[in-house]
T-cell receptor, first 110, second 113 residues
Framework: NAGVTQTPKFQVLKTGQSMTLQCAQD?????MSWYRQDPGMGLRLIHY???????DQGEVPNGYNVSRSTTEDFPLRLLSAAPSQTSVYFC?????????FGSGTRLTVV | KQEVTQIPAALSVPEGENLVLNCSFT??????LQWFRQDPGKGLTSLLL?????REQTSGRLNASLDKSSGRSTLYIAASQPGDSATYLC????????????FGSGTRLLVRP
C-alpha cells in the first residue's frame, strides 16, 4: 500500500517562480490537507478539502492555491514563490479515523 | 481558539526508563486526538489515535490516555530504547466538518544507551 505519496521530495526555486507540489493517496479518503512545518512554528494548515470539488482555506493560505478534481489527487500550487515559503510541506489524508501523512517536500526559495 | 501545548519540550533519559509525555488542549470539543512520531528530516508516523469517546489506546510499549474534561492526554512509553529517540507530536481534530488538525509543538526525546 502506497498511502500518501508526495513529489518531489526536494525542490529549489528562485523567487517569483511557480511550481506545483503533487499529492496522491490510494486509500479512497475523502479528506485531504496540506500543512507546512517551520522551526518554532510547528505544523500549520494551508488548505484542505472534504471531498472532490470542495476546498477551503486553512490558517496560512496566502500565496498558495489548491484544487481537488479527483478523490485521489490534491496538488498545491505556489503562484509566485517567495523566500518566506521556504519550508517543509506535508500532505495528509483521512477517512475520519485519523490522518495519514506523506513523507514531505522540502522546498527552498532563493 | 484551540491551542495545544506539549510539555516538556525536550527530554533525555537513560535506556530502560519508563516515561510520560504530556499534551494539553484548551477546547474539550474535539473529535479525536492523535499521537505522531517524527524522525529528523522525515515525515509523521501515526502512533495512536484516541476517539473522543475513548479513555485510552495501547500499542506495544505505548499507551495513550485522554481526559477531555481536563483537556489532557499523556503518552506513556515503557522500557524506553535508543530507537525511541525522535520528536513526538500530538494533534487534536476539531469537532466540525472541517476535521482540521491542531498540532502541539512537540517533545524531542533522546534515549541514551
Amino acid at each position: 500500500n502506497a498511502g500518501v505519496t508526495q513529489t518531489p521530495k526536494f525542490q529549489v526555486l528562485k523567487t517569483g517562480q511557480s511550481m506545483t507540489l503533487q499529492c496522491a493517496q490510494d486509500m479512497n479518503h475523502e479528506y485531504m490537507s496540506w500543512y507546512r512545518q517551520d522551526p518554532g512554528m510547528g505544523l500549520r494548515l494551508i488548505h484542505y478539502s472534504v471531498g472532490a470539488g470542495i476546498t477551503d482555506q486553512g490558517e496560512v493560505p496566502n500565496g498558495y492555491n489548491v484544487s481537488r478534481s479527483t478523490t485521489e489527487d490534491f496538488p498545491l500550487r505556489l503562484l509566485s514563490a517567495a523566500p518566506s515559503q521556504t519550508s517543509v510541506y506535508f500532505c495528509a489524508s483521512s477517512d475520519g479515523q485519523g490522518h495519514t501523512f506523506g513523507s514531505g517536500t522540502r522546498l527552498t526559495v532563493v | 481558539k484551540q491551542e495545544v501545548t506539549q510539555i516538556p519540550a525536550a527530554l533525555s533519559v537513560p535506556e530502560g526508563e519508563n516515561l510520560v509525555l504530556n499534551c494539553s488542549f484548551t477546547d474539550s470539543a474535539i473529535y479525536n486526538l492523535q499521537w505522531f512520531r517524527q524522525d529528523p528530516g522525515k515525515g509523521l508516523t501515526s502512533l495512536l489515535l484516541i476517539q473522543s469517546s475513548q479513555r485510552e489506546q495501547t500499542s506495544g510499549r505505548l499507551n495513550a490516555s485522554l481526559d477531555k474534561s481536563s483537556g489532557r492526554s499523556t503518552l506513556y512509553i515503557a522500557a524506553s530504547q535508543p530507537g525511541d529517540s525522535a520528536t513526538y507530536l500530538c494533534a487534536v481534530a476539531r469537532m466540525d466538518s472541517s476535521y482540521k488538525l491542531i498540532f502541539g509543538s512537540g517533545t524531542r526525546l533522546l534515549v541514551r544507551p
